[in-house]
Protein backbone atom coordinates (compact mmCIF):
# COMPACT_ATOMS: atom_id res chain seq x y z
CA UNK A 1 0.00 0.00 0.00
CA UNK A 2 1.51 3.13 -0.85
CA UNK A 3 0.84 6.24 1.39
CA UNK A 4 -1.42 8.02 -0.63
CA UNK A 5 -3.52 5.30 -0.07
CA UNK A 6 -3.20 5.34 3.67
CA UNK A 7 -6.66 6.53 5.35
CA UNK A 8 -5.33 8.88 7.82
CA UNK A 9 -3.21 11.67 7.84
CA UNK A 10 -1.22 13.75 10.82
CA UNK A 11 0.52 17.14 11.18
CA UNK A 12 2.17 18.50 14.43
CA UNK A 13 3.12 21.83 14.84
CA UNK A 14 4.11 24.09 17.93
CA UNK A 15 3.55 27.94 19.61
CA UNK A 16 5.57 29.22 22.14
CA UNK A 17 3.12 30.85 24.75
CA UNK A 18 5.67 31.66 27.26
CA UNK A 19 4.80 35.20 29.49
CA UNK A 20 6.48 37.72 30.56
CA UNK A 21 8.74 37.97 33.17
CA UNK A 22 7.06 38.92 36.66
CA UNK A 23 3.85 37.48 35.49
CA UNK A 24 1.59 36.34 38.80
CA UNK A 25 1.61 32.22 38.72
CA UNK A 26 -0.94 29.68 39.53
CA UNK A 27 -1.49 26.36 41.11
CA UNK A 28 -0.42 27.62 44.70
CA UNK A 29 -0.88 30.76 46.95
CA UNK A 30 -1.18 33.96 44.86
CA UNK A 31 1.72 37.00 44.67
CA UNK A 32 4.25 34.09 43.54
CA UNK A 33 5.86 35.63 40.43
CA UNK A 34 7.98 34.35 37.57
CA UNK A 35 10.90 35.50 37.92
CA UNK A 36 12.80 33.97 35.55
CA UNK A 37 12.01 30.92 32.74
CA UNK A 38 13.28 27.59 33.36
CA UNK A 39 11.82 26.11 30.12
CA UNK A 40 9.46 28.04 27.80
CA UNK A 41 5.61 27.06 27.40
CA UNK A 42 4.08 25.75 24.23
CA UNK A 43 0.97 25.15 22.59
CA UNK A 44 1.42 21.93 20.34
CA UNK A 45 -1.64 20.94 18.15
CA UNK A 46 -2.15 17.40 16.44
CA UNK A 47 -4.25 17.39 13.29
CA UNK A 48 -5.93 14.34 11.85
CA UNK A 49 -7.37 14.03 8.92
CA UNK A 50 -9.53 10.88 7.90
CA UNK A 51 -13.06 9.27 6.76
CA UNK A 52 -13.62 13.08 5.64
CA UNK A 53 -13.02 13.84 9.34
CA UNK A 54 -10.74 16.75 10.77
CA UNK A 55 -9.93 16.93 14.29
CA UNK A 56 -7.53 18.51 16.88
CA UNK A 57 -5.61 17.77 19.66
CA UNK A 58 -4.00 20.86 21.15
CA UNK A 59 -2.64 20.53 24.23
CA UNK A 60 -1.02 23.73 26.09
CA UNK A 61 1.31 24.15 28.77
CA UNK A 62 -0.63 26.05 31.45
CA UNK A 63 -2.71 24.61 34.86
CA UNK A 64 -5.83 24.78 33.30
CA UNK A 65 -8.38 26.30 30.60
CA UNK A 66 -12.02 27.04 31.28
CA UNK A 67 -15.13 26.03 29.12
CA UNK A 68 -15.01 30.36 28.21
CA UNK A 69 -11.49 29.97 26.58
CA UNK A 70 -12.03 26.66 25.34
CA UNK A 71 -14.81 28.29 22.95
CA UNK A 72 -12.86 30.93 21.56
CA UNK A 73 -10.06 28.82 21.02
CA UNK A 74 -12.60 26.99 18.94
CA UNK A 75 -14.37 29.40 17.27
CA UNK A 76 -11.30 31.04 16.21
CA UNK A 77 -9.60 28.09 14.91
CA UNK A 78 -12.41 26.65 12.73
CA UNK A 79 -12.66 29.97 11.25
CA UNK A 80 -9.71 29.39 10.07
CA UNK A 81 -9.41 25.89 9.41
CA UNK A 82 -12.67 24.79 8.60
CA UNK A 83 -12.25 22.07 11.67
CA UNK A 84 -15.67 21.42 13.25
CA UNK A 85 -15.67 23.28 16.70
CA UNK A 86 -16.82 20.12 18.66
CA UNK A 87 -14.03 18.48 17.00
CA UNK A 88 -11.24 20.43 18.66
CA UNK A 89 -9.85 19.02 22.47
CA UNK A 90 -8.01 21.50 24.54
CA UNK A 91 -6.37 20.13 26.85
CA UNK A 92 -4.08 21.82 30.00
CA UNK A 93 -1.10 19.43 31.10
CA UNK A 94 -1.50 21.51 34.36
CA UNK A 95 1.86 22.65 34.97
CA UNK A 96 1.90 24.75 38.21
CA UNK A 97 4.53 27.11 36.83
CA UNK A 98 2.37 29.10 34.48
CA UNK A 99 0.01 31.60 34.65
CA UNK A 100 -3.02 32.05 36.11
CA UNK A 101 -5.95 30.93 33.35
CA UNK A 102 -9.07 30.67 35.37
CA UNK A 103 -10.93 32.78 38.72
CA UNK A 104 -10.29 30.62 41.49
CA UNK A 105 -11.55 31.51 45.03
CA UNK A 106 -8.31 31.98 47.64
CA UNK A 107 -5.83 31.61 44.73
CA UNK A 108 -5.90 34.11 41.81
CA UNK A 109 -7.68 35.60 39.54
CA UNK A 110 -7.89 35.09 35.29
CA UNK A 111 -5.32 36.48 33.29
CA UNK A 112 -7.22 38.01 30.60
CA UNK A 113 -4.47 40.11 28.52
CA UNK A 114 -2.45 36.62 28.70
CA UNK A 115 -5.33 34.46 27.13
CA UNK A 116 -5.75 37.07 24.55
CA UNK A 117 -2.02 37.14 23.69
CA UNK A 118 -1.59 33.52 23.03
CA UNK A 119 -5.11 33.12 21.46
CA UNK A 120 -3.50 33.67 18.04
CA UNK A 121 -0.79 31.75 18.63
CA UNK A 122 -2.43 28.51 19.68
CA UNK A 123 -4.52 29.07 16.68
CA UNK A 124 -1.54 29.46 14.70
CA UNK A 125 -0.26 25.79 16.07
CA UNK A 126 -3.31 24.53 14.82
CA UNK A 127 -3.47 26.75 11.04
CA UNK A 128 0.16 25.25 10.88
CA UNK A 129 -0.63 21.72 11.64
CA UNK A 130 -3.16 21.06 9.01
CA UNK A 131 -0.78 22.80 6.95
CA UNK A 132 1.76 20.08 7.85
CA UNK A 133 -0.76 16.93 6.82
CA UNK A 134 0.71 14.02 5.52
CA UNK A 135 -0.34 10.44 5.42
CA UNK A 136 0.64 7.93 8.04
CA UNK A 137 0.64 4.76 9.60
CA UNK A 138 0.25 4.36 13.39
CA UNK A 139 1.47 2.32 15.84
CA UNK A 140 0.76 1.97 19.56
CA UNK A 141 3.30 0.97 22.61
CA UNK A 142 2.31 0.75 26.04
CA UNK A 143 4.58 0.17 29.32
CA UNK A 144 4.35 0.30 32.39
CA UNK A 145 5.80 3.54 34.55
CA UNK A 146 6.40 4.34 38.32
CA UNK A 147 6.33 8.36 37.56
CA UNK A 148 3.16 8.78 39.13
CA UNK A 149 2.13 7.69 42.78
CA UNK A 150 -1.30 8.35 44.77
CA UNK A 151 -1.29 11.25 46.87
CA UNK A 152 -3.77 10.69 49.58
CA UNK A 153 -1.83 9.37 52.02
CA UNK A 154 -3.03 8.59 55.70
CA UNK A 155 -2.04 9.11 59.15
CA UNK A 156 -2.31 7.27 61.91
CA UNK A 157 -6.11 8.27 62.67
CA UNK A 158 -7.34 7.86 59.13
CA UNK A 159 -6.80 11.36 58.10
CA UNK A 160 -6.05 12.38 54.86
CA UNK A 161 -2.91 14.06 54.16
CA UNK A 162 -0.94 15.34 50.85
CA UNK A 163 1.85 12.90 50.67
CA UNK A 164 2.52 9.31 48.95
CA UNK A 165 0.30 6.61 49.15
CA UNK A 166 1.63 3.53 48.38
CA UNK A 167 -1.14 1.66 47.80
CA UNK A 168 -3.37 4.39 46.46
CA UNK A 169 -4.65 3.51 43.10
CA UNK A 170 -3.05 4.88 40.02
CA UNK A 171 -2.75 4.25 36.08
CA UNK A 172 0.51 3.25 35.78
CA UNK A 173 0.55 2.96 32.17
CA UNK A 174 2.47 5.19 29.76
CA UNK A 175 1.25 5.06 26.09
CA UNK A 176 2.90 6.00 23.04
CA UNK A 177 1.32 6.33 19.78
CA UNK A 178 3.98 6.48 16.99
CA UNK A 179 2.35 8.50 13.43
CA UNK A 180 4.95 7.15 10.55
CA UNK A 181 4.89 8.94 7.47
CA UNK A 182 7.08 7.87 4.63
CA UNK A 183 10.60 9.56 5.83
CA UNK A 184 9.95 8.81 9.62
CA UNK A 185 8.05 9.77 12.42
CA UNK A 186 5.73 12.76 11.74
CA UNK A 187 4.62 13.07 15.18
CA UNK A 188 4.02 10.98 18.39
CA UNK A 189 1.53 11.52 20.94
CA UNK A 190 2.85 10.36 25.09
CA UNK A 191 0.11 9.93 27.75
CA UNK A 192 0.62 9.23 31.43
CA UNK A 193 -0.44 10.65 34.40
CA UNK A 194 0.98 12.63 37.35
CA UNK A 195 0.81 15.94 38.66
CA UNK A 196 3.41 19.02 37.13
CA UNK A 197 4.12 19.94 40.42
CA UNK A 198 7.94 18.43 41.17
CA UNK A 199 9.15 21.89 41.28
CA UNK A 200 6.73 23.08 43.87
CA UNK A 201 7.07 26.76 44.75
CA UNK A 202 9.89 27.90 42.77
CA UNK A 203 9.64 31.12 41.38
CA UNK A 204 10.16 29.83 37.57
CA UNK A 205 7.99 29.50 34.88
CA UNK A 206 8.05 25.99 33.60
CA UNK A 207 6.52 23.14 31.99
CA UNK A 208 7.57 21.23 35.28
CA UNK A 209 8.53 17.66 34.40
CA UNK A 210 6.46 16.97 31.16
CA UNK A 211 9.38 19.70 29.63
CA UNK A 212 12.29 17.95 30.95
CA UNK A 213 10.49 13.96 28.94
CA UNK A 214 9.74 16.12 26.03
CA UNK A 215 12.49 17.55 25.05
CA UNK A 216 14.64 14.48 26.02
CA UNK A 217 12.46 11.84 23.85
CA UNK A 218 12.34 14.68 20.75
CA UNK A 219 16.01 15.13 20.81
CA UNK A 220 16.19 11.07 20.60
CA UNK A 221 13.55 10.79 18.51
CA UNK A 222 13.75 13.45 16.31
CA UNK A 223 10.15 13.99 16.20
CA UNK A 224 7.50 16.42 18.03
CA UNK A 225 5.57 15.37 20.97
CA UNK A 226 1.92 15.83 22.16
CA UNK A 227 1.80 15.24 25.56
CA UNK A 228 -1.59 14.61 27.17
CA UNK A 229 -1.68 14.26 31.33
CA UNK A 230 -4.69 11.61 32.38
CA UNK A 231 -6.27 11.01 35.31
CA UNK A 232 -3.66 12.90 37.59
CA UNK A 233 -6.11 14.26 40.44
CA UNK A 234 -5.24 12.29 42.88
CA UNK A 235 -1.40 11.34 41.85
CA UNK A 236 1.82 13.13 42.36
CA UNK A 237 5.30 12.97 40.54
CA UNK A 238 7.24 10.61 42.62
CA UNK A 239 10.00 12.51 43.75
CA UNK A 240 12.66 11.23 46.56
CA UNK A 241 11.64 14.32 47.91
CA UNK A 242 8.75 12.56 49.62
CA UNK A 243 6.11 14.76 49.14
CA UNK A 244 2.85 16.07 46.51
CA UNK A 245 5.36 18.97 45.31
CA UNK A 246 9.29 18.64 44.82
CA UNK A 247 12.10 20.91 45.62
CA UNK A 248 12.42 22.88 42.19
CA UNK A 249 14.72 21.75 38.77
CA UNK A 250 16.29 18.89 40.38
CA UNK A 251 13.07 17.21 41.24
CA UNK A 252 12.03 18.32 37.84
CA UNK A 253 15.04 16.71 36.23
CA UNK A 254 14.73 13.55 38.07
CA UNK A 255 11.05 12.84 37.20
CA UNK A 256 11.23 14.24 33.67
CA UNK A 257 14.31 12.06 32.80
CA UNK A 258 12.46 8.96 34.35
CA UNK A 259 9.30 9.72 32.57
CA UNK A 260 11.87 10.29 29.28
CA UNK A 261 12.87 6.52 29.36
CA UNK A 262 9.57 4.70 30.06
CA UNK A 263 8.35 6.79 27.04
CA UNK A 264 11.31 5.88 24.83
CA UNK A 265 10.59 1.75 26.06
CA UNK A 266 7.63 2.29 24.44
CA UNK A 267 8.27 4.23 21.61
CA UNK A 268 11.10 1.69 20.50
CA UNK A 269 8.80 -1.45 21.48
CA UNK A 270 6.83 -0.40 18.23
CA UNK A 271 7.24 -2.73 16.17
CA UNK A 272 3.47 -3.04 14.08
CA UNK A 273 2.53 0.14 12.15
CA UNK A 274 -1.16 -0.14 10.43
CA UNK A 275 -3.67 1.62 8.39
CA UNK A 276 -6.45 3.59 10.85
CA UNK A 277 -9.54 5.17 10.67
CA UNK A 278 -10.40 8.13 12.37
CA UNK A 279 -13.92 9.04 14.53
CA UNK A 280 -15.07 11.81 16.39
CA UNK A 281 -17.90 10.66 18.98
CA UNK A 282 -19.88 13.29 20.44
CA UNK A 283 -22.01 13.07 23.48
CA UNK A 284 -24.17 15.12 25.84
CA UNK A 285 -25.14 14.47 29.48
CA UNK A 286 -25.43 15.94 32.74
CA UNK A 287 -23.58 16.13 35.76
CA UNK A 288 -26.22 16.48 38.71
CA UNK A 289 -25.61 18.71 41.79
CA UNK A 290 -25.92 18.58 45.17
CA UNK A 291 -28.72 20.60 46.72
CA UNK A 292 -27.78 23.99 47.66
CA UNK A 293 -27.78 24.69 51.41
CA UNK A 294 -30.11 26.86 53.03
CA UNK A 295 -29.70 30.18 53.02
CA UNK A 296 -29.81 30.68 57.03
CA UNK A 297 -27.00 28.02 56.69
CA UNK A 298 -24.83 30.10 53.87
CA UNK A 299 -25.44 33.48 56.02
CA UNK A 300 -24.10 31.89 59.24
CA UNK A 301 -20.85 30.33 57.55
CA UNK A 302 -19.97 33.20 55.92
CA UNK A 303 -20.26 35.33 58.49
CA UNK A 304 -17.91 33.12 60.52
CA UNK A 305 -14.78 34.27 57.90
CA UNK A 306 -15.47 38.04 58.44
CA UNK A 307 -13.71 40.15 55.92
CA UNK A 308 -11.89 37.39 54.39
CA UNK A 309 -12.84 37.93 50.73
CA UNK A 310 -9.81 38.34 49.82
CA UNK A 311 -7.84 36.75 51.58
CA UNK A 312 -5.61 34.07 50.40
CA UNK A 313 -5.93 30.15 50.44
CA UNK A 314 -8.65 28.44 52.51
CA UNK A 315 -10.43 31.51 54.53
CA UNK A 316 -10.84 33.68 50.54
CA UNK A 317 -12.50 30.38 49.44
CA UNK A 318 -14.89 29.62 52.34
CA UNK A 319 -15.91 33.02 52.19
CA UNK A 320 -16.08 33.09 48.63
CA UNK A 321 -18.32 29.94 48.50
CA UNK A 322 -20.65 31.09 51.25
CA UNK A 323 -21.28 34.10 49.57
CA UNK A 324 -21.65 32.37 45.95
CA UNK A 325 -24.18 29.89 47.58
CA UNK A 326 -26.44 33.30 48.60
CA UNK A 327 -26.11 34.21 45.35
CA UNK A 328 -27.62 31.75 43.53
CA UNK A 329 -30.38 31.53 45.89
CA UNK A 330 -31.56 34.49 44.10
CA UNK A 331 -31.72 32.86 41.04
CA UNK A 332 -33.21 29.99 39.64
CA UNK A 333 -31.81 27.02 41.00
CA UNK A 334 -29.89 24.22 38.78
CA UNK A 335 -30.24 20.81 38.81
CA UNK A 336 -26.59 19.71 37.12
CA UNK A 337 -24.06 20.84 34.52
CA UNK A 338 -24.29 19.77 31.52
CA UNK A 339 -21.53 17.98 29.86
CA UNK A 340 -20.90 18.25 25.73
CA UNK A 341 -18.47 15.25 25.37
CA UNK A 342 -16.07 14.93 22.25
CA UNK A 343 -14.21 11.86 22.08
CA UNK A 344 -11.44 11.17 19.50
CA UNK A 345 -10.91 7.70 18.00
CA UNK A 346 -7.96 6.57 16.71
CA UNK A 347 -8.42 3.05 15.09
CA UNK A 348 -8.23 1.17 18.25
CA UNK A 349 -7.55 4.10 20.47
CA UNK A 350 -9.83 6.24 22.01
CA UNK A 351 -9.25 9.58 23.51
CA UNK A 352 -11.62 10.52 26.68
CA UNK A 353 -11.76 14.07 27.85
CA UNK A 354 -12.82 15.19 31.40
CA UNK A 355 -13.59 19.17 32.26
CA UNK A 356 -11.54 18.63 35.38
CA UNK A 357 -8.54 16.69 37.76
CA UNK A 358 -10.03 13.61 37.35
CA UNK A 359 -9.34 10.96 39.59
CA UNK A 360 -7.73 7.40 38.78
CA UNK A 361 -10.47 4.96 39.90
CA UNK A 362 -12.48 6.77 37.56
CA UNK A 363 -10.47 6.74 34.55
CA UNK A 364 -9.38 2.48 35.71
CA UNK A 365 -12.94 1.78 36.00
CA UNK A 366 -13.53 3.38 31.94
CA UNK A 367 -10.51 1.39 30.81
CA UNK A 368 -12.29 -1.54 32.28
CA UNK A 369 -15.58 -1.48 30.59
CA UNK A 370 -14.58 0.68 27.49
CA UNK A 371 -14.35 -1.73 23.82
CA UNK A 372 -11.26 -0.43 22.57
CA UNK A 373 -7.93 -1.86 23.19
CA UNK A 374 -6.48 1.39 24.36
CA UNK A 375 -8.38 3.86 26.26
CA UNK A 376 -6.44 7.17 27.07
CA UNK A 377 -8.58 9.38 30.23
CA UNK A 378 -7.29 13.39 29.77
CA UNK A 379 -7.78 15.31 32.62
CA UNK A 380 -8.23 19.12 32.68
CA UNK A 381 -9.67 19.11 29.09
CA UNK A 382 -12.47 21.63 27.61
CA UNK A 383 -13.07 22.87 30.45
CA UNK A 384 -12.47 23.03 34.30
CA UNK A 385 -14.98 21.85 37.08
CA UNK A 386 -12.29 21.45 40.00
CA UNK A 387 -11.46 17.74 41.31
CA UNK A 388 -13.78 15.10 40.01
CA UNK A 389 -13.36 12.83 42.54
CA UNK A 390 -14.55 9.54 43.73
CA UNK A 391 -17.99 8.51 46.24
CA UNK A 392 -15.39 6.81 48.25
CA UNK A 393 -12.86 9.82 48.15
CA UNK A 394 -15.49 12.23 48.92
CA UNK A 395 -16.53 10.15 52.22
CA UNK A 396 -13.29 10.38 53.67
CA UNK A 397 -12.74 13.83 52.51
CA UNK A 398 -9.23 15.49 52.08
CA UNK A 399 -7.81 18.58 49.94
CA UNK A 400 -9.09 17.61 46.96
CA UNK A 401 -12.36 17.32 48.13
CA UNK A 402 -12.59 20.40 50.09
CA UNK A 403 -11.05 22.50 47.41
CA UNK A 404 -14.11 21.49 44.81
CA UNK A 405 -15.72 24.74 47.11
CA UNK A 406 -12.88 27.13 45.23
CA UNK A 407 -14.87 26.88 42.27
CA UNK A 408 -18.77 27.70 42.12
CA UNK A 409 -21.70 27.40 44.73
CA UNK A 410 -22.82 23.96 43.24
CA UNK A 411 -21.18 20.95 44.53
CA UNK A 412 -21.05 18.04 41.80
CA UNK A 413 -23.55 14.98 43.32
CA UNK A 414 -21.62 12.32 45.07
CA UNK A 415 -22.43 9.48 42.21
CA UNK A 416 -20.46 12.02 39.52
CA UNK A 417 -17.87 9.23 39.43
CA UNK A 418 -20.51 6.48 38.57
CA UNK A 419 -22.09 9.43 35.45
CA UNK A 420 -18.83 9.57 34.50
CA UNK A 421 -18.10 6.08 33.65
CA UNK A 422 -21.65 4.86 32.78
CA UNK A 423 -21.60 7.93 29.97
CA UNK A 424 -18.21 7.68 28.66
CA UNK A 425 -18.89 3.94 28.71
CA UNK A 426 -21.77 4.52 26.55
CA UNK A 427 -20.53 6.91 24.23
CA UNK A 428 -17.34 4.31 23.66
CA UNK A 429 -19.66 1.24 22.45
CA UNK A 430 -21.75 3.56 20.18
CA UNK A 431 -18.46 4.22 18.86
CA UNK A 432 -17.23 0.71 18.59
CA UNK A 433 -20.10 -0.63 17.19
CA UNK A 434 -19.87 1.88 13.76
Not at 129 to 152: M, S
Not at 384 to 389: D, E, I, K, R
Amino acid sequence: MTNNALSLSAGIARQIITPPSGTLLFGYPRERRGDHVADDLNATALVLQGNSITAALVSLDLCVIDEEETLKIRTDASAQTGIAPENITIHATHTHSGPATINTWGWGNRNTEYLDSIRPKIVQAIVDAQQALQPVEVGFGVTKTDVGINRRELDLEGNVLLGFNQWGPRDDDLTVVRFEGENGTVAQLIHLSAHPTSRGGEPSVSRDWPGVMMDRVEKVTGAKVLFINGAFGDVAPRTNVGGVAGDGGPAATEVGLRAATDALRAFRSIKDFRDVTLEVGLGNFELPYTPLPTVRQAKAERDKYGDSEHADGRDGAEWNYWNAVLQAHQKPLQAGKSISQTITRIGPLAIVPFPGEVFSEIALRIKQHSPFQHTLCAGTCNGHLGYLVTRDSRARGGYEVWVMRAFSAYLLAENLDDVLVVENVRLLERMFEK
